[in-house]
């Protein structure tokens, strides 16, 4: 099978983490006799370096050329970067929204699941962990706080910023389909989290949701309080099958969830449109600390990959062979820095990728 793929390796520790994502890509294609072809795309800091915008008109219109996009991950320290000194809308997160939005990438999936070897690296005591979790996070991506308008004014000498949260019924109804979709091939439940005690947006949440589960009889619905969610997450995270929610409420609560699952560096992401096209990213930043160092943990971004050769490459069998591999090389014991635990071997960004492309058959 050909196929297009457009890579942003991004900012940070982005570059290391496609690198190797693209390695398990490359063995996928040698296993399973298909042909990948690759572009290289500008965004974040790394397109500022070279155009001085975060993201050009040529990066999107090459993405919508592509079958799916693979990234790695934008943005820099912004207390020592110089990207930082541009205005808000300049910035390398701009970019990134901003393709977002141009791909009409409205929905977010984020699963966050508790792999067995990695018990020793989730922080929640024993009797909480039980059985494990296994969840998805179905963040609805491109309104909401990101998208509403926003500025910053003076008043009689006294500054005053304003953003604006928006929903309409129109996406909240695409999105919570979504969210009934997925939780019909899994669990069957559906958590919708909100915070509709305050906010009229939440309310009309709340309402678009109860509509569309009508069509879902199948699935139970229950809701939930944002505030309360976050608290659910550690005292009971094997509640959850399928949590929906809205931008703002899903990139704090999926940074929460990745934690339980050991650590960031194992979430990955898949942000989709209508068709089945997608971009696949790791849920974790660009971590300017560790940047080229070969500290990086390349799971999340390789889990991102297998998310893309099953929902908008439609590989199932290969998907599943490379979470197969990854869970592999964690039985095996490799560990990169930031899931290390005693017993285990560490080993770096390159040498993780190497395993894990080797236990692909
Ligand atoms: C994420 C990130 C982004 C977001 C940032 C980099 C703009 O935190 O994908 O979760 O807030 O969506
Ligand atoms: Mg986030």
């Known amino acids: 099978m050909e196929q297009k793929i457009a890579l942003i390796p991004g900012d940070g520790i982005g570059p290391e983490i496609v690198r190797e994502a693209k390695k398990i890509l490359d063995k996928v294609c040698e296993k399973y006799g298909h042909s990948f072809t690759y572009t290289e795309l500008l965004l974040g800091g790394a397109s500022i370096d070279?155009?001085?915008?975060?993201?050009?008109?040529?990066?999107?219109?090459?993405?919508?050329?592509?079958?799916?996009?693979?990234?790695?991950?934008?943005?820099?320290?912004?207390?020592?970067?110089p990207w930082y000194q541009l205005e808000p809308s300049k910035r390398p997160e701009a970019g990134l929204l901003k393709l977002r939005k141009s791909l009409n990438l409205f929905a977010n999936l984020r699963p966050a699941y508790l792999y067995?070897?990695?018990?020793?690296?989730?922080?929640?005591?024993?009797?909480?962990?039980?059985?494990?979790?296994?969840?998805?996070?179905?963040?609805?991506?491109?309104?909401?706080?990101?998208?509403?308008?926003?500025?910053?004014?003076?008043?009689?000498?006294?500054?005053?910023?304003?953003?604006?949260?928006?929903?309409?019924?129109?996406?909240?109804?695409?999105?919570?389909?979504?969210?009934?979709?997925?939780?019909?091939?899994?669990?069957?439940?559906?958590?919708?989290?909100?915070?509709?005690?305050?906010?009229?947006?939440?309310?009309?949440?709340?309402?678009?949701?109860?509509?569309?589960?009508?069509?879902?009889?199948q699935i139970t619905l229950e809701h939930m309080l944002v505030d309360n969610c976050a608290m659910q997450l550690v005292k009971n995270p094997g509640q959850f099958d399928v949590i929906l929610t809205e931008n703002m409420f899903g990139d704090i609560l999926s940074d929460e969830a990745s934690m339980v699952t050991g650590s960031i560096g194992m979430l990955s992401s898949a942000s989709l449109n209508e068709t089945s096209f997608g971009l696949y990213e790791p849920s974790h930043g660009s971590a300017p600390d560790i940047a080229g160092e070969n500290k990086a943990n390349p799971i999340a971004t390789i889990l991102s990959a297998a998310m893309m050769l099953r929902y908008s490459l439609n590989l199932d069998q290969e998907a599943d062979a490379v979470e197969k591999a990854v869970q592999t090389v964690l039985t095996q014991g490799y560990r990169t820095p930031d899931i290390m635990s005693e017993g285990c071997t560490c080993v770096g960004t390159r040498e993780m990728g190497d395993k894990i492309a080797e236990a692909i058959d």
């Not at 915008?53 to 320290?77: H, Q, R, Y």
Request: proline fraction near 2%.
């Open 50 to 81: 070279v155009h001085g915008v975060p993201l050009t008109d040529e990066t999107i219109e090459e993405a919508k050329k592509a079958d799916a996009v693979l990234m790695g991950s934008i943005g820099g320290d912004a207390k020592t970067s």
């Open 116 to 217: 067995q070897e990695l018990k020793e690296a989730c922080p929640l005591k024993e009797e909480i962990i039980g059985d494990g979790f296994d969840m998805v996070i179905v963040r609805e991506l491109t309104g909401g706080l990101y998208f509403g308008e926003r500025k910053t004014i003076e008043e009689n000498g006294v500054k005053k910023a304003i953003d604006t949260l928006t929903y309409n019924e129109k996406e909240i109804e695409r999105i919570a389909r979504k969210a009934f979709e997925i939780a019909g091939k899994r669990r069957k439940k559906v958590t919708s989290v909100d915070k509709a005690n305050v906010l009229d947006s939440s309310r009309l949440w709340r309402s678009v949701v109860e509509e569309v589960a009508k069509e879902y009889p």
